[in-house]
């Protein structure tokens, strides 16, 4: 036979190199984690959220009285 024949094609592709990280992502210390945890959660945006509000609402309170005690004399 001739070597100048062509390379036959391969029907089934050869498998892919998996693109997935090899190496697992390093967690934090259980001490990080507890010393984190208040900043991380929702719960300290919830709580400044309400705070502002009722710093908000005594603000609006404090307006009121004061124009109606001004208009009252």
Do not use: C, Q, Y
């Not at 070597?3 to 990280?21: D, F, Q, Y």
């Not at 502002?52 to 609402?57: H, T």
């Amino acid at each position: 036979m001739s070597k100048l024949r062509k390379k036959t094609v391969e029907l089934e592709p050869g498998a892919r190199p998996s693109r997935i990280r090899r190496d697992p992502a390093l967690a934090d210390t259980p001490e990080n984690l507890a010393r984190n945890a208040w900043w991380d959660s929702r719960e300290w945006e919830i709580r400044l959220a309400v705070a502002g509000i009722l710093f908000f609402a005594l603000a609006i309170a404090a307006v009121v009285f004061d124009i109606g005690e001004a208009l009252s004399h």
